[in-house]
């Protein structure tokens, strides 16, 4: 099973590189981040057209994630990061696919920091932590796939010093997230590129891409149960490079059948 997550920038912006991506890369499931669009202008028709079935959850403007499974309806748990009912965004859905239990996630970036809107982040993130707490010890396999909007050590960004004062970098939300991944998950695109430098971002500007200044900041965290399973992880970084493309590139791994 091959298990991607994609922030798009915006599913109708970017739907034909998309479409492609789910055309040439076939992933069984594709998590995406920022939609950013409402519910009933997501593209469900074009999205079935090309072999998906998806569920979503969309906000006018911005945030909005959804799972898309070939072959499998997915089967919705929640739509809603428990621990804040009055948290509006769109930020977290769950749904078991083919007996994998998948979280999809876009966790707030944070900044301008300080501010309010870290300390939503490092909030949201605690609910995070919180949540997975249950589901790390689940018998059967789990996924937290997303845009963490977390640049987890210095061997993930291209120059580490220009992020120091960044909400993605910030040792408090570092070592949040290291808390998270304490709980038993393997970081699999880590596990299985230990020594390489491995982006999964690249800004528009300055010529981020050309200069591969990249980050590493989306994740695919697995349970033991899925741990075990994982025979492989990469991303699909020449889609960054395509014609009007979204700023990430698709990340993912493989699990073998249980």
């Known amino acids: 099973m091959k298990i991607a997550t994609y922030n798009v920038n915006g599913v109708n912006g970017h739907l034909p ?8 890369s076939a992933p069984d499931v594709a998590c995406l981040q920022e939609l950013k669009a409402p519910q009933d202008k997501f593209p469900e028709a074009a999205i079935r057209d090309a072999g998906y079935h998806p569920i979503w959850h969309g906000q006018k403007s911005w945030n909005g994630v959804a799972i898309l499974a070939r072959g499998y309806e997915p089967s919705e748990i929640r739509r809603a990061l428990p ?17 994998v239990l998948i979280g999809c996630l876009y966790l707030p970036n944070g900044n301008p920091a300080p501010g309010p809107k870290l300390e939503y982040k490092l909030k949201w993130l605690a609910r995070l932590t919180e949540h997975a707490k249950e589901l790390v010890s689940r018998d059967e396999p789990v996924v937290l796939a997303g845009d963490y909007n977390v640049i987890p050590t210095d061997f993930d960004v291209y120059n580490p010093e220009r992020w120091k ?11 949040a997230f290291h808390g998270l991944v304490a709980q038993g998950w393997t970081d699999a695109l880590r596990t299985l590129n230990p020594g390489e430098k491995v982006y999964t971002f690249w800004d528009y500007f300055r010529n981020a891409w050309g200069r591969n200044a990249g980050l590493r900041i989306d994740h695919l965290l697995l349970n033991p149960s899925a741990a075990t399973r994982l025979t492989g992880a990469g991303v699909d970084r020449d889609v960054r490079g395509w014609e009007k493309p979204s700023d990430h590139a698709p990340t993912w791994v493989e699990m073998s059948n249980g």
């Open 17 to 24: 590189s998309l479409l492609r991506w789910l055309g040439e």
């Open 83 to 99: 621990g804040d009912p009055e948290d509006l965004h769109s930020r977290y859905i769950e749904a078991v696919v083919d007996g």
């Open 165 to 175: 004062a960044d909400a993605l970098f910030l040792p408090e939300v570092r070592d």
